[in-house]
């Protein structure tokens, strides 16, 4: 029911969006993540979008990375900038259909996930 995409091979210091398509079923109200799963690394969270807009960033994320979602294609975008090479890892993203009280860093709460997307950062 998620679609990721966009990741690939990219310098330190460059850019990528990721795209996750969802079914209208699955976004229309639920709220969105990425999570991030790095080399011999647990599962971690990186930015969240709840349905009516609301984000939160984990501290790494913060002012280098953009969530968004744009409701009539269904899709929530990871724009990410000024690339490391620690940022290197599979991405996923989450949708949270079933949440209560906004947007949560939970892996375990969120109910659905895309395949990932392999991000390659190199020095």
């Known amino acids: 029911q998620l679609q990721a995409s966009g990741g690939g091979l990219v310098q330190a210091g460059g850019s990528l969006r990721l795209s996750c398509a969802a079914s209208?079923?699955?976004?229309?109200?639920?709220?969105m993540a990425w999570f991030r799963q790095g080399p011999g690394k647990e599962r971690e969270f990186v930015a969240a979008?709840?349905?009516?807009?609301?984000?939160d960033y984990v501290d790494f994320a913060r002012g280098r990375f953009i969530i968004s979602r744009d409701n009539a294609k269904n899709t929530v975008y990871l724009q990410m900038n000024s690339l490391k090479p620690e940022d290197t890892a599979v991405y996923f993203c989450?949708?949270?259909?079933?949440?209560?009280?906004?947007?949560?860093?939970?892996?375990?709460?969120?109910?659905?996930w895309g395949q990932g997307t392999l991000v390659t950062v190199s020095s």
């Open positions: 979008i709840s349905w009516r807009g609301s984000i």
């Open positions: 209208e079923r699955t976004f229309s109200s639920s709220n």
């Open positions: 989450a949708a949270d259909v079933n949440w209560r009280f906004g947007v949560t860093r939970d892996r375990r709460d969120y109910d659905y």
